[in-house]
């Protein structure tokens, strides 16, 4: 069993939707959940980051976290065509565990 | 404040050669990580470093990889005996010094390793 499943998609969805992304785990010592987004031939680039279970808001973006299901989800409202990309999760232990474990991505595309 | 930087972008090597790649953390970065994106996977750790020391290399390949993060300079990526299977995105990322979200990693652009 893989650390961190991530449906690879792809995703296809119509401008506006709400968008929910999701990935699974199987460590138990993660607390550390992170989202990123990359577009094609580009670096990752943060989007959230939360400590252990969970919501966290930031404009358009939901983040929320169940430490007791091993789940965390990524939630995107009113979908933008510039929201296509590639969506990362990543998760790390704590203290001086700076490892972080990524998901495989799950592609997604926003039609306008 | 410039991003974390990498060079070079593109980088084409025949089997057998050497690749050195290089990472310019963001100012004020002490810590630097490198990753390797292989077609349809994932980003995988491969070595952690600070400053004149190596941390964490338990994701680096036992033969032909190294990394470095010398006093002054950038930190780099060295592949020796280049195989096909190195073929690559090699992405290096930064965090500040310090625990929790102050250590959020910043990832460069990335090199593309090709071996022909």
């Known amino acids: 069993q893989k650390e961190v499943e991530q449906d690879p998609g792809p995703l296809s969805v119509p401008e506006g939707a709400i968008v929910s992304l999701n990935c699974t785990y199987s460590n138990s010592a993660f607390q550390y959940f992170m989202w990123y987004r990359q577009y094609s031939r580009k670096g990752p680039e943060l989007l959230m980051y939360t400590y252990s279970s969970g919501n966290k808001e930031d404009g358009r973006f939901t983040a929320q976290v169940d430490k007791s299901s091993k789940y965390i989800s990524l939630f995107i409202r009113d979908s933008q065509p510039s929201d296509s990309a590639t969506y990362l999760c990543a998760m790390r232990g704590g203290g001086s565990n700076y490892k972080l474990t990524f998901g495989k991505g799950t592609l997604l595309t926003v039609n306008p | 404040n410039a991003g974390v930087m990498q060079n070079p972008r593109h980088l084409v090597r025949r089997r057998g050669q050497e690749a050195r790649l290089r990472c310019s953390p963001m100012?004020?970065?002490?810590?630097v990580y490198w990753y390797r994106q292989l077609p349809e996977e994932g980003l995988k750790f491969m070595v952690y470093l600070q400053k004149e020391n190596i941390i964490d290399e338990s994701g680096m390949p036992k033969e032909r990889f190294s990394a470095e993060f010398p006093k002054e300079g950038p930190s780099i990526l060295r592949i020796q005996q280049v195989v096909r299977g190195d073929s690559a995105a090699y992405f290096c990322?930064?965090?500040?010094?310090?625990?929790?979200?102050?250590?959020?990693?910043?990832f460069g652009p990335g090199t593309r390793l090709t071996v022909l």
């Open positions: 990322a930064s965090s500040p010094p310090g625990t929790g979200v102050s250590d959020t990693q910043y």
């Open positions: 100012k004020g970065h002490s810590h």
